[in-house]
């Protein structure tokens, strides 16, 4: 644990005291009538309304502006697999960031569940709840079984933050660092450390973008060709050649993401690496190097971590809040690629243009479009609009929206 972390841990403790969250009433209950719309008698006619047409539901319930939060804490941030209770902290995280960044609402619901059968079973019992389904901390491979089946048997958004959101976030950072080193995506090369649902989503949008040589690395080594143990979702990216080490495949590669494990890297690990790296090092809450070390073997990197401590951080509370708020809007089906790639650039596109003053003050520096502000502020209020605006939008160009 770095002294950072340390130094908050009593902090931390007493923020959490009693948990974060609570329920508060939207309608009025001070006297009789109120008594009678909010139960009986009156509460019988909204359900009748349901009955013959559930898309009511939406009208005359929460569940259009409602969202689940639902883990097995099998992969909680760098703590693994810390049991479904232990996740609990995180999860309230989620819908205190949801409530306070987007207006929606969230349950977070913590299930003591791996059979993925069993697991996928729950939610799609408790799913008439809600409006949409964030599926959060599931390890893989199994996360991507259970948000793929999900999304086909559910006409509700689902995803897998954890994959989807950090995808996001990291392909806006790239885009935006593409045009501040002047280096277009498709030449780049990229190492990922770690091979899990994050990674995996990380490697394919940044495929999509246009990146073509990926070099990933799990707790076995580089994925490679000549591997027999690698699943269909490794096979995509194995490389011809097998590296021996991380330093070897940074040799010459423009890109470092790190979504591993702590203190992986050394300073003389990224000295090879070309001209202005990017250096994307995820790991919480410890990353797999720190800033500091990079800044004194490489003054020409950009960097940037998960954390809020540091310039450029790669957070998902950029994405989520926003995804789900546009799909909700006009009640998507689902969360598609369509809409992922939109509010990719849709952020990039925020990031560029002027910082609210009051920004500066928030995080007590100066700001502006560069080197260490790739993404924009979590805190900037134009997020909500703009990221919830291109999402809603690509919904119904992509054919998935139903209103």
Known sequence: MDQKLQDQYQKALEYHKGGKLKIEPKTALKNQDDLSLA??????????????????????????????????????????????????????????????FAGVDAFDIEVNEKNIDKFVAIVKAISPTFGGINLEDIKAPECFEIEERLVKELDIPVMHDDQHGTAIISTAAIINAAKIINKPTQSMRVVISGAG?????????????????????????????????????????????????????????????????????????IMGMNKDPLIFAMSN???????????????????????SDYPNQINNVLGFPYIFKGAMSVRAKKINEEMKFAAANALAELAREPIEPRLEEIHNRKLSFGREYLVPSPFDSRLKEKISKAVADAAIQSGVAQI
Not at 86 to 91: F, G, L, T
Not at 226 to 254: C, I, P, Q, V, W
């Open 39 to 100: 139960y009986s008698p009156g509460v019988a006619i909204p359900c009748k309304e349901i009955q013959k047409d559930p898309l009511k539901a939406y009208d005359y319930t929460s569940k259009c502006n409602l969202v689940a939060v639902i883990s097995n804490g099998t992969s909680v941030l760098g703590l693994g697999d810390i049991g479904a209770q232990a996740s609990k902290p995180v999860m309230e995280g989620k819908a205190i960031l949801f409530k306070s």
């Open 197 to 269: 649902a994050a990674a995996i989503a990380c490697a394919k949008m940044y495929k999509a973008l246009g990146v073509k040589e990926i070099i990933m690395f799990d707790s076995r080594g580089v994925i490679h060709e000549g591997r027999s143990d690698l699943s269909a979702l490794k096979k995509e990216f194995a490389t011809n050649k097998a590296y021996a080490s991380y330093k070897e495949a940074l040799n010459g590669s423009d890109v470092f993401l790190g979504l591993s494990k702590a203190d992986l890297l050394q300073g003389e690990d």
């Open 285 to 307: 809450p410890v990353p797999e190097i720190l800033p500091e070390v990079v800044a004194q073997v490489r003054k020409d990197a950009i960097m940037a971590t998960g954390r």
